[in-house]
């Protein structure tokens, strides 16, 4: 399966750790999320701007330390 979910769990399953990760999609469904969040993916929408990638990238990082 070549979705960004997938190469999450594929990444985490070879290194057998959590490693924190964040999507950026178009797909707004409520499943999408609801997987992701199951999964313990931070998702983002597009469009987005700069100042929030940064900002999500931030908090991703400050919370797996």
Known sequence: D???QAVVRQIRS???E????????GDTT????????GAG?????KPLDGDELI?????LLSSAS
Not at 18 to 25: K, W
């Open 14 to 16: 070879a290194l057998a």
């Open 2 to 4: 070549g979705d960004g």
């Open 18 to 25: 959590p490693i924190p990760a964040l999507l950026m999609t």
């Open 55 to 59: 900002a999500n990238i931030t908090a």
């Open 41 to 45: 993916i931070r998702v983002l929408h």
């Open 30 to 37: 409520a499943s999408f999320d609801e997987d992701s969040d």
